[in-house]
């Protein structure tokens, strides 16, 4: 079963930009910058999005995460990658895991529906189901996506070679 709106909500079109396109320009001394205000780097935005994609892959595949005492647990503890393999290694895990996700939401009605065990009470009212999981993390990403994007634009970098909407 092939669900269009999970592909566009996963890998973007039209205004919603696609993440993959968007981390595949992003040179890496730009990684590490942030701004005034705002406490997070791309580097710690898509270490942040990783985390929590794999913790929700885990989950659904039945095993049993920890989940995290504190929010910032789920970012990694330095500003930028220590080189350009490192930030590779991140978008290599990034790309990934959207693969698995767009399989996962191409799998049938049994699957999707297939309940998942909670991990933490937060977590209570909105994963009780493999969809519902799916779902909460493709808004989790947009929404980080999103401060990527704005990010690049205050660097001077959005939108990126393979296009995205500038307005």
Same mark, same amino acid.
């Given at each position: 079963?092939?669900?269009?709106?999970?592909?566009?909500?996963?890998?973007?079109?039209? !205004?919603?930009?696609?993440?993959?396109?968007? *981390? @595949?320009?992003?040179?890496?001394?730009?990684?590490? %910058?942030?701004? =005034? &205000?705002?406490?997070?780097?791309?580097?710690?935005?898509?270490?942040?999005?990783?985390?929590?994609?794999?913790?929700?892959?885990?989950?659904?595949?039945?095993?049993?995460?920890?989940?995290?005492?504190? !929010?910032?647990?789920?970012?990694?503890?330095? *500003? @930028?990658?220590?080189?350009?393999?490192?930030?590779? %290694?991140?978008? =290599? &895990?990034?790309?990934?895991?959207?693969?698995?996700?767009?399989?996962?939401?191409?799998?049938?009605?049994?699957?999707?529906?297939?309940?998942?065990?909670?991990?933490?009470?937060?977590?209570?009212?909105?994963?009780?189901?493999?969809?519902?999981?799916?779902?909460?993390?493709?808004?989790?990403?947009?929404?980080?996506?999103?401060?990527?994007?704005?990010?690049?634009?205050?660097?001077?970098?959005?939108?990126?070679?393979?296009?995205?909407?500038?307005?």
């Amino acid at each position: 079963m092939k669900n269009a709106n999970y592909q566009r909500l996963l890998r973007g079109k039209g !205004a919603h930009a696609d993440p993959v396109a968007s *981390l @595949a320009s992003v040179p890496f001394d730009v990684t590490g %910058k942030t701004l =005034e &205000g705002y406490p997070h780097s791309i580097w710690q935005i898509v270490g942040h999005m990783n985390y929590w994609m794999e913790y929700e892959l885990q989950r659904i595949g039945g095993k049993r995460p920890k989940y995290p005492e504190h !929010a910032i647990e789920g970012f990694p503890s330095t *500003l @930028a990658p220590a080189n350009e393999e490192e930030w590779a %290694k991140a978008r =290599e &895990g990034f790309t990934d895991r959207i693969i698995r996700l767009a399989e996962l939401s191409e799998a049938g009605h049994e699957i999707l529906n297939a309940p998942v065990d909670v991990m933490d009470v937060s977590e209570e009212s909105r994963s009780s189901s493999a969809e519902e999981v799916l779902w909460q993390i493709m808004v989790h990403n947009s929404y980080h996506v999103g401060q990527i994007a704005l990010l690049m634009r205050c660097f001077g970098l959005w939108p990126p070679p393979s296009g995205a909407d500038t307005w």
